[in-house]
């Protein structure tokens, strides 16, 4: 009965005019960034922050979540039609998707990847209201030690999860816990690693740090490597899958879902680690598996149902414990602290409006998302055509705008030039740079976590281990760092992500 009461509460929060016009534009200008190469949810929702403080905190997270999953949308466009993909998940549907442009099927291809995305992200949306809330009830139980392991646990997920060297992802890691020490100590008032700048006082604002490695650092990134698109088809016909097709992508749907679903949980994982899990799975168990990388649609069906299962399951542990699972998680966590609302378990408890009006929406937006994907599909190709040079001087205004909107400062808009340097180096030795963003986010509520643990402790460190719950994530932390090391694992490792990139 708590269920239905709370869906209802959902559904009503959801369904009000100024929120269903809030997930209509997210879901809208989500596809739009996904159809755009270079751009992506990340820099988007980071340029989109400063626009959050005017808003209802429903209306404000309804927007930004719309966002995300409906770039997972727009990128299987790009990826078709011009194999080019517009959002990272949706690299392995180029594989397939384009060799079926090229047969005269696009249609059929994108329509796959609506349908696929669509159904993926009802089933997911029902995972999250059947799992979040026992989740949240268990959450409500961890202590400080418990949070502060959870934590640990989330970073060295996210470096055995991350693409390329093991090494580089540590490093990020590493230089986004020091990042986030910058500023003024709490407890004792000093100022830390401020090199006596009177800016630096207050620590480095996340959305700086976000629009700058991710916006400016991915277009410098694009502008050096931009080619020419080949577009296979400026009119999309024949839009419906045939019935031999239907045989076909059924079994795949479900089978990227589940992967989806349980991979977009993990700390790092999310939709492009989903997209990648679901097509080497299918490739795996089809019985057209030869067909895949010639145009076989379980090869659209697949990863297009897992990245969007993906990217909604990814609320799970950002709404339940507080922590993100992935960059756009961590904005996220971010929007929420401009709202002035602490991530955590007790958000379903004392927002409950927020927490199912976000979950409702999501199944909204997909709906909406299937309505405007496909009639659309002739603005989606004339937006492609727009050559990226053109589009980058916009992007760049729109980023410094947002960012002397935090507090009118010039000094600001400087430090996110510094950082989009730093993401156009990360990108050029190969670093990948979401670790540095989600121990960023962490570093500072783990200091919090660990002080607090002492303080109740007395400063006997060793309760972190003889505390059941603590001990088992460190253990979990420590297992997976282990395994990750052994040579044969690491191999297999690098060999995937290779296979992946290429």
Same mark, same amino acid.
């Given at each position: 009965?708590?269920?239905?009461?709370?869906?209802? $509460?959902?559904?009503? +929060? #959801?369904?009000? *005019?100024?929120?269903?016009?809030?997930?209509?534009?997210?879901?809208?200008?989500? +596809?739009?960034? !996904?159809?755009?190469? !270079?751009?992506?949810?990340?820099?988007?929702?980071?340029?989109?922050?400063?626009?959050?403080?005017?808003?209802?905190?429903?209306?404000?997270?309804?927007?930004?979540? !719309?966002?995300?999953?409906?770039?997972?949308?727009?990128?299987?466009?790009?990826?078709?039609?011009?194999?080019?993909?517009?959002?990272?998940?949706?690299?392995?549907?180029?594989?397939?998707?384009?060799?079926?442009?090229?047969?005269?099927?696009?249609?059929?291809?994108?329509?796959?990847?609506?349908?696929?995305?669509?159904?993926?992200?009802?089933?997911?949306?029902?995972?999250?209201?059947?799992?979040?809330? *026992?989740?949240?009830?268990?959450?409500?139980?961890?202590?400080?030690?418990?949070?502060?392991?959870?934590?640990?646990?989330?970073?060295?997920?996210?470096?055995?999860?991350?693409?390329?060297?093991?090494?580089?992802?540590?490093?990020?890691?590493?230089?986004?816990?020091?990042?986030?020490?910058?500023? +003024?100590? $709490?407890?004792?008032?000093?100022?830390?690693?401020?090199?006596?700048?009177?800016?630096?006082?207050?620590? =480095?604002?996340?959305?700086?740090?976000?629009?700058? =490695?991710?916006?400016?650092?991915? =277009?410098?990134?694009?502008?050096?490597?931009?080619?020419?698109?080949?577009?296979?088809?400026?009119?999309?016909?024949?839009?419906?899958?045939?019935?031999?097709?239907?045989?076909?992508?059924?079994?795949?749907?479900?089978?990227?879902?589940?992967?989806?679903?349980?991979?977009?949980?993990?700390?790092?994982?999310?939709?492009?680690?989903?997209?990648?899990? #679901?097509? &080497?799975?299918?490739?795996?168990?089809?019985?057209?598996?030869?067909?895949?990388?010639?145009?076989?649609?379980?090869?659209?069906?697949?990863?297009?149902?897992?990245?969007?299962?993906?990217?909604?399951?990814?609320?799970?542990?950002?709404?339940?414990?507080?922590?993100?699972?992935?960059?756009?998680?961590?904005?996220?966590?971010?929007?929420?602290?401009?709202?002035?609302?602490?991530?955590?378990?007790?958000?379903?408890?004392?927002?409950?409006?927020?927490?199912?009006?976000?979950?409702?929406?999501?199944?909204?937006?997909?709906?909406?998302?299937?309505?405007?994907?496909?009639?659309?599909?002739?603005?989606?190709?004339?937006?492609? &055509?727009?050559?990226?040079?053109?589009?980058? *001087?916009?992007?760049?205004?729109?980023?410094?705008?947002?960012?002397?909107?935090?507090?009118?400062? +010039?000094?600001?808009?400087?430090?996110?030039?510094?950082?989009?340097?730093?993401?156009?180096?990360?990108?050029?030795?190969?670093?990948? *740079?979401?670790?540095?963003?989600?121990?960023?986010?962490?570093?500072?509520?783990?200091?919090?976590?660990?002080?607090?643990?002492?303080?109740?402790?007395?400063?006997?460190?060793?309760?972190?281990?003889?505390?059941?719950?603590?001990?088992?994530?460190?253990?979990?932390?420590?297992?997976?760092?282990?395994?990750?090391?052994?040579?044969? =694992?690491?191999?297999?490792?690098?060999?995937?992500?290779?296979?992946?990139?290429?």
């Amino acid at each position: 009965m708590d269920l239905l009461g709370n869906l209802w $509460i959902g559904l009503e +929060t #959801a369904l009000t *005019p100024i929120n269903l016009l809030y997930c209509l534009v997210g879901v809208f200008f989500g +596809t739009a960034v !996904g159809v755009l190469p !270079g751009l992506g949810p990340v820099a988007t929702i980071a340029m989109l922050l400063p626009i959050t403080f005017g808003l209802p905190p429903e209306s404000a997270l309804i927007m930004l979540a !719309g966002i995300y999953y409906g770039a997972q949308y727009g990128g299987s466009t790009t990826a078709i039609l011009v194999n080019l993909p517009g959002e990272s998940s949706s690299v392995v549907t180029a594989l397939d998707g384009y060799q079926m442009a090229r047969q005269g099927k696009a249609g059929r291809a994108l329509a796959t990847a609506a349908i696929g995305s669509f159904i993926a992200g009802t089933i997911a949306t029902f995972v999250i209201i059947f799992f979040a809330p *026992p989740l949240a009830s268990i959450a409500l139980k961890f202590g400080p030690a418990e949070y502060f392991s959870l934590m640990v646990l989330g970073l060295i997920a996210s470096i055995v999860l991350a693409r390329g060297s093991l090494l580089h992802a540590l490093a990020m890691i590493v230089l986004g816990l020091f990042l986030g020490l910058v500023g +003024t100590d $709490i407890t004792s008032g000093s100022e830390r690693y401020t090199f006596d700048l009177p800016k630096l006082a207050d620590g =480095i604002d996340f959305v700086i740090v976000a629009m700058g =490695i991710f916006g400016i650092g991915e =277009i410098v990134a694009n502008l050096e490597n931009e080619s020419k698109r080949e577009l296979l088809a400026k009119r999309v016909t024949g839009l419906m899958p045939t019935r031999e097709d239907w045989r076909r992508i059924i079994g795949p749907i479900f089978r990227g879902t589940v992967l989806g679903s349980i991979l977009g949980i993990l700390p790092g994982g999310g939709a492009m680690l989903a997209s990648f899990g #679901a097509y &080497s799975l299918e490739k795996k168990v089809s019985p057209n598996s030869a067909e895949f990388g010639k145009g076989a649609i379980e090869g659209v069906a697949a990863p297009e149902s897992a990245n969007n299962a993906g990217a909604q399951t990814s609320f799970i542990p950002m709404l339940t414990l507080g922590v993100p699972s992935n960059p756009v998680m961590a904005l996220m966590i971010g929007a929420m602290i401009i709202q002035g609302i602490q991530p955590g378990p007790s958000v379903m408890t004392e927002q409950p409006k927020l927490f199912w009006g976000l979950i409702v929406s999501m199944w909204v937006g997909n709906l909406m998302l299937l309505a405007l994907n496909l009639p659309l599909i002739g603005l989606w190709v004339r937006m492609i &055509s727009i050559p990226y040079h053109l589009l980058y *001087p916009m992007i760049v205004a729109f980023c410094s705008i947002g960012v002397f909107s935090l507090s009118n400062s +010039t000094f600001d808009v400087y430090l996110m030039a510094i950082f989009g340097l730093l993401g156009y180096v990360f990108r050029k030795i190969d670093a990948e *740079p979401a670790p540095l963003l989600l121990a960023f986010v962490l570093g500072p509520m783990m200091e919090e976590f660990l002080r607090r643990t002492l303080l109740l402790s007395r400063g006997d460190a060793t309760v972190f281990f003889t505390r059941p719950i603590s001990a088992t994530m460190l253990a979990v932390a420590v297992v997976l760092l282990l395994i990750v090391l052994l040579p044969s =694992i690491r191999q297999k490792r690098e060999e995937a992500f290779e296979e992946e990139a290429g």
